[in-house]
């Protein structure tokens, strides 16, 4: 069945340099894919999406690769804060599927 | 920012009780969910919902049941709470459109049963 992964399940960067956090996914069918912010306590908080139309979208500090041919999932932070530490999820999904796969979970730590 | 809110954030209660968890949202989405979370892991969906009238279970088999009367409301009802329920509970809702799904999360209610 579709599952969708990460490669990583923590990640430690120094405040100020760029952080990756990778996902792979195996379902060839999903067409829209989500990252998500969860800080502790707190429900998870939408950061970017991307369509499969597409290889590389950009935000705010954000940007989302996505390599279809490989099937993997990557998220770029660009000088990381001492606010982006939490647990990232990475989220598939297809035109019909109903509802979101979500993967793992990586847990991203800034050091000072 | 999106407009989905949670109670109780915190629960503290004893075995055998009746609880109800409540999420609700005021974007007019029609399709809300419910996950079961444990601190740091992965999302287990346990319930979703179309539209009013609407409720289906997820993945994850679960003891609690939904009821979706309103579409702004989305309840999630333990009849016999047991220390085994202990875990975060997310409510969440999306609207497909145009060819997205986009699932904007409640804050959660971390229930602990004695």
């Known amino acids: 069945g579709e599952s969708v992964g990460l490669h990583l399940p923590t990640l430690s960067v120094q405040e100020g340099d760029n952080s990756i956090i990778n996902c792979a996914y195996s379902n060839s069918a999903s067409d829209y894919f989500i990252w998500y912010k969860q800080e502790s306590g707190k429900g998870p908080q939408f950061i970017i999406d991307?369509?499969?139309?597409?290889d590389k979208r950009q935000g705010q500090r954000v940007t989302v690769l996505l390599n279809k041919t490989v099937k993997h999932l990557s998220l770029q932070i660009a000088a990381t804060q001492p606010g982006d530490s939490a647990v990232y999820f990475c989220?598939?999904?297809?035109?019909?599927?109903?509802?979101?796969?979500f993967g793992q979970g990586t847990r991203l730590t800034i050091n000072p | 920012e999106a407009d989905i809110y949670q109670t109780p954030r915190y629960l503290v209660i004893g075995t055998g009780k009746k609880i109800t968890l409540e999420c609700s949202q005021t974007?007019?989405?029609?399709?809300m969910y419910w996950y079961q979370q444990d601190p740091g892991m992965e999302l287990h969906l346990i319930h979703y919902?179309?539209?009013?009238?609407?409720?289906e279970k997820g993945d994850l088999s679960s003891e609690s049941t939904v009821s979706r009367i309103r579409t702004e409301h989305f309840p999630l009802t333990l009849e016999s709470a047991r220390p085994s329920h202990t875990s975060q509970y997310l409510c969440?809702?999306?609207?497909?459109?145009?060819?997205?799904?986009?699932?904007?999360f409640g804050p959660g209610t971390r229930l602990t049963v004695l």
């Open positions: 919902s179309y539209g009013v009238n609407s409720t």
């Open positions: 991307i369509r499969s139309n597409m």
């Open positions: 974007m007019g989405h029609d399709k």
């Open positions: 969440a809702s999306s609207e497909w459109s145009g060819g997205t799904d986009t699932q904007y």
């Open positions: 989220a598939e999904t297809f035109q019909g599927a109903q509802k979101l796969v």
